[in-house]
C-alpha cells in the first residue's frame, strides 16, 4: 500500500545527505561531516518512506470498506436526507396581529416611583462630632 517507488525514497535520502553535507562540511571536519550526512540519509529515507505510506493509505482506501459501502449504496441507505421545517406562518400571523388589552376593572397606567426621601435632620454640629470622631480612630 505505498505511494510511488523506493527511488523517492533514494532520491529524498539523497537530497538529505548533501544538504546537511553542505552545511557541515565548513564548521566541521570532512569525517564528522560524512558521519551526519549518513545520518540525515537514513532519517530521510525512512521520512520518505513514512510519508509515501500515509499516502498511499489516503489515496486508496481500504478494500473491506469499500465493500461495505458499495453494499449501503446499493440498499439506498443514508444517501439522502429529507429536512423539513414546520409552517409557522400562523403563529408569526398571531403575534403580528394586535390583542385587545385585558382590564382587571383597575387603571394600570404609568405610576412613577415614589421612594422616601433620605434626608436628615439632625443638626449639623452632632455629624461633625460623628465625622471627627470617626476619622480619629
Known sequence: M?????????????????????????????TTSLIRGLI???FWFLLAFVLRWTLGVVARPDL???????????DGVGENLDLMTPDENENLNELLKPKPEQTDGGDHGFAPL???KLVSNKNPEELAKAVRHLTDK
Open 2 to 30: 505505498l505511494f510511488g517507488s523506493l527511488r523517492i525514497n533514494l532520491w529524498s535520502g539523497v537530497v538529505g545527505f548533501f544538504l546537511t553535507f553542505v552545511l557541515s562540511v565548513g564548521s566541521n571536519l570532512l
Open 40 to 42: 540525515a540519509f537514513v
Open 114 to 116: 415614589n421612594p422616601p
Open 64 to 74: 473491506g470498506n469499500a465493500q461495505s459501502r458499495a453494499s449501503s449504496q446499493v
